[in-house]
C-alpha cells in the first residue's frame, strides 16, 4: 500500500522507497529523512484541498508531504 492510501491516524511499517532513476534526489532525501525499511509511521493530517498536503508522522517527527512524493513510500499495515 501507499503511504498516501494510508487512513488517518492507523500505524503502519515502512517497506520501501520506490526510486524513479539512478540518481533520484527525492527518494534519497526520504530515506534521509527517515523512510527506511521496519521504521513506524502514520498520517496523522490531511490537508483542506485535495488532501494535500499529508502531514505524516515518523519516530517523534513530523514531516508535510506532497501526494506525489508519498506515493513513492510503500508501508504495510502494522
Do not use: C, N, W, Y
Not at 17 to 35: S, W
Not at 59 to 77: C, H, I, S
Amino acid at each position: 500500500m501507499k503511504l498516501s492510501d494510508l487512513p488517518l491516524h492507523s500505524a503502519a511499517i515502512v517497506v520501501d522507497v520506490a526510486d524513479l532513476g539512478a540518481d533520484d534526489r527525492v527518494g534519497r532525501r526520504l530515506r534521509e529523512l527517515g523512510f527506511v525499511a521496519d521504521e513506524p509511521v502514520k498520517v496523522v493530517a490531511k490537508g483542506p484541498f485535495g488532501a494535500e498536503p499529508l502531514l505524516i508522522q515518523i519516530g517523534f517527527t513530523r514531516f508535510a508531504l506532497r501526494r506525489a512524493e508519498a506515493d513513492r513510500v510503500q508501508v504495510r499495515t502494522a
